[in-house]
Structure formats: structure tokens, C-alpha cells
């Protein structure tokens, strides 16, 4: 069955993993240690334009960073600078 976009398929090609092509996560690559909450730029990288976080696929982070992002998120979400939604 033919797909309906092809220019889709070249994500699609096994041993593609998106961004984990880079050897380290943007926070490990910038030796950050702590992801502030109040770094409202950086975190807004990993929302979605709805407001929602990122997967580690998509955002390419590694597992502890994308714990700590997330917690920074939903951190700065309380404090207002992030939208719940949007
Ligand atoms: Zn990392």
C-alpha cells in the first residue's frame, strides 16, 4: 500500500533514531548540570506550540536530562512563564 506522504519516509528508514544521531543531549553537550526553571528560551525548545514537553526522541535529550527538563517545565509551568496549554 502506497503511503500518503512520501517525503515522511526517509524518517522512517531503519537506523534512523532523529536526533539521537549526536553523541550527547543539548544540556550534557553544554556540561549543565542543573536545567533552571527560569531559563524559559531553553525550555520553550522542547515544548510543542499546544504547550506540550517534547519526547526524548523528538527533543533528543537523554534520560536524566529529559527528567530534569521535565521537572524545570513543569516548574516554570506553576510560576506562570510556561503555558499549561495553549
Ligand atoms: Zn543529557
Do not use: H
Not at 37 to 48: F, I, M, P, S, W
Amino acid at each position: 500500500m502506497a503511503r500518503k506522504n512520501d517525503n515522511r519516509d526517509d524518517r522512517r528508514k531503519p537506523g534512523f533514531v532523529g536526533a539521537r544521531d549526536q553523541t550527547q543531549c543539548r544540556f550534557c553537550r553544554r556540561g549543565i548540570k542543573y536545567v533552571d526553571y527560569k531559563d524559559v528560551e531553553t525550555l520553550q525548545r522542547l515544548l510543542t506550540n499546544r504547550g506540550k514537553i517534547y519526547s526524548r526522541k523528538r527533543s533528543g535529550n537523554c534520560a536524566g536530562c529529559q527528567r530534569k527538563a521535565k521537572k524545570a517545565i513543569k516548574r516554570a509551568r506553576y510560576m506562570a512563564l510556561l503555558p499549561f496549554t495553549a
